[in-house]
């Protein structure tokens, strides 16, 4: 059984930081690639970040490429999101996700296979 716990949300001002982590038990890290995605009030859940197996390939949805960073330590099976400039626009419940096709970084939901519960993040002055 695998699941996926994130942690790291909270409020932050408007310009601040924060960094999320997802730690994955059940089975290792290293047999998946990670995205991050977010869904905020009355939106669709969208894609943020990923990261595949090796760290190798990454991708950033265009609004948060620059100010975010993704990571994985697959030693501690633990993927990370770096968050730095963050702004309201950025408010949202965020979720990891794990894909068994660890090679390739997709950016739609469906070949994802696990979900965690989700952390909120909220920027807020």
């Known amino acids: 059984q695998v699941r996926l716990v994130e942690s790291g949300g909270g409020l932050v001002q408007p310009g601040g930081s924060l960094r999320l982590s997802c730690a994955i038990s059940g089975r290792p890290l290293s047999n998946y690639a990670m995205g991050w995605f977010r869904q905020a009030p009355g939106k669709g859940r969208e894609f943020v970040s990923g990261i595949s197996w090796a760290g190798v390939v990454t991708k950033y949805t265009d609004s948060v490429k620059g100010r975010f960073t993704i990571s994985r330590d697959n030693a501690k099976n633990t993927v990370y999101l770096q968050m730095s400039s963050l702004g309201p626009e950025d408010t949202a419940v965020y979720y990891c996700?794990?894909?068994?096709?660890?090679?390739?970084?997709?950016?739609?939901?469906?070949?994802?296979?696990?979900w965690g519960q989700g952390t909120q993040v909220t920027v807020s002055s």
């Open positions: 996700a794990a894909n068994s096709q660890r090679a390739v970084v997709t950016i739609t939901t469906n070949p994802y296979e696990y």
